[in-house]
């Protein structure tokens, strides 16, 4: 039990540095049983400042931006908890923005829907755990954050209700260190958010070579869905990945591709979606790890609908000098049409401004096939064979 204990504190406290280099598991557990000098510990929450119990932000009304936290001196973040009424999906988790800033800058270092940052896609609420993020009973409403987020001059925390409802109640704990100064090569947080609808090739949704077409082949990443693209120096340490598949069809047969300081070709090209995610054969199951796993997948035809995958570097973080550009297929050469969406997480060594997230209009979610579209394709698919009402559905039709 000792021995065990050991490597999960061990596992624990190398969750993320605080500067551009790694802690070693021994420094870091040095760390804890070290006695500090000049670090307080210090809390931003939406208690009832009148000693009642009404702990929380209240009647945050439709494009109304309140501020969280704002901190002033060098610091850094530990720890975010928060939990929001109305559950969803009366209150859209994808329509309030979450921004944060670091060292009074006006653009924010992190822009994303709330949902989406902690891990919880379209407009839903499930339970899920990782080691920096995880979304807690009741029902995952509780949306927890255990990433690092250091700063030198200050920080502020806001959100904004982007929603056509007001956000009946909010409370929040946002954790942090007060020092007197920021450490050597102060590494920021940052994260982003995208979604895009992809567009599938011009000769249909040839996924593995069902539809009697040349799949193609695509060494540079043409076409493909975006992660995460910036300058700087940094690392890249993880993503919460969504995708909505309107077809029973394998999704994740494409590649996932890493361009590191400009380079033409990807520097690190993966073998498969699932691969990155750390699984294998196209999975269809629940499965939590600390660093990667799948937090959701569709209960409906083979994998037919919304699938949640999450993938941290902890032990592996991308390092970059001057730019980083990950992206990944939708299909094998792009082939398919996917509701794709994603927050990808990393350090700089300089807060830096974010591509603008796609607005309301374009977060709008695609609806959920089901089987009565099923039904009706078959209608179609009848139709277009000749109507013939014996016909068992897989016939091939003749050149």
Not at 37 to 59: L, Q
């Amino acid at each position: 039990m000792k021995k065990f204990n050991r490597q999960l504190l061990l596992g624990t406290m190398m969750l993320l540095p605080f500067s551009l280099t790694s802690l070693s598991a021994q420094s870091a557990l040095e760390n804890l049983t070290t006695i500090k000098e000049g670090v307080k510990s210090k809390r931003i929450s939406s208690y009832d400042r009148s000693g009642g119990n009404n702990d929380r932000f209240e009647n945050i009304e439709p494009g109304e931006t309140r501020t969280l936290a704002e901190i002033e001196g060098a610091g850094c973040i530990n720890h975010i908890w928060i939990t929001i009424s109305p559950e969803a999906p009366e209150l859209n988790r994808s329509d309030i923005i979450l921004r944060m800033y670091w060292d009074g800058n006006e653009y924010p270092s992190v822009e994303s829907p709330i949902g989406p940052f902690f891990g919880q896609g379209w407009d839903e609420t499930y339970p899920w755990v990782s080691l920096p993020l995880a979304a807690s009973p009741v029902k995952g409403n509780a949306l927890v954050s255990y990433f690092k987020m250091p700063f030198a001059k200050g920080a502020k925390i806001e959100i904004e209700n982007q929603a056509d409802i007001k956000i009946g109640a909010f409370y929040y704990y946002i954790d942090y260190t007060e020092q007197e100064q920021a450490g050597p090569s102060l590494a920021y947080f940052h994260a982003w958010y995208n979604q895009e609808v992809t567009q599938a090739a011009p000769e249909g949704e040839n996924e593995w070579g069902i539809l009697p077409a040349e799949t193609g082949k695509n060494p540079l990443g043409e076409r493909n869905y975006k992660i995460l693209e910036t300058s700087g120096k940094g690392h890249y340490v993880g993503v919460n990945y969504f995708v909505n598949c309107p077809t029973p069809v394998w999704y994740g047969e494409g590649d996932d591709m890493f361009f590191i300081d400009g380079s033409e070709k990807p520097v690190l090209h993966g073998t498969g979606t699932e691969d990155y995610f750390n699984s294998s054969w196209c999975p269809n199951e629940l499965y939590s790890h600390a660093y990667f796993g799948y937090a959701r997948v569709p209960d409906q035809l083979m994998w037919m609908g919304r699938t949640h995958c999450f993938r941290f570097h902890i032990e592996d973080p991308v390092y970059f000098d001057k730019s980083l550009l990950f992206t990944i297929e939708h299909g094998h050469n792009n082939v398919l049409t996917l509701e794709m969406a994603s927050v990808a997480y990393w350090y700089q060594d300089a807060p830096v401004r974010l591509e603008p997230i796609p607005d309301k209009e374009a977060r709008r979610l695609m609806p959920v096939i089901n089987m009565i579209d099923i039904h009706r394709w078959r209608h179609e698919w009848r139709k277009n064979m000749g109507g013939d009402s014996n016909l068992w559905g897989n016939e091939l039709i003749q050149e």
